[in-house]
């Protein structure tokens, strides 16, 4: 299995919204929306755009992204009080997401 760079995403409600009224799929739920694949990967090119317009290199954009809808923050306890990641918080909430991105 070869190593890649992968990114956990929470995106924006109201830009999620959005994207559900352009493209006719008013009548789902945010859960249901960040799972259809046409959303991820339109925030995959953006996200890979956004990376090269900033000089990251190749290797430094994410090949593959999952949306999930917990923000992280302090009282999800997926931050610190100083608000660094809480990487094992983290890995075990999106354990089964984080599996399927690293396949």
Not at 70 to 84: A, R, W, Y
Request: proline share 5%; with cysteine; charged share 30%.
């Amino acid at each position: 299995m070869d190593n890649f760079c992968t990114a956990l995403i929470v995106p924006e409600p109201e830009m999620v919204k959005i994207w559900a009224e352009k493209n006719d799929c008013t009548h789902l739920a945010i859960e249901q929306l960040i799972i259809d694949q046409n959303l991820v990967k339109e925030i995959l090119r953006d996200v890979a755009k956004v990376g090269r317009e900033n000089g990251l290199a190749g290797f430094e954009i994410p090949k593959r992204v999952a949306l999930v809808n917990l923000p992280f923050t302090v009282e999800s306890g997926l931050l610190t009080p100083s608000l660094k990641v809480k990487r094992k918080a983290v890995e075990k909430s999106f354990y089964k997401i984080l599996q399927d991105l690293r396949k």
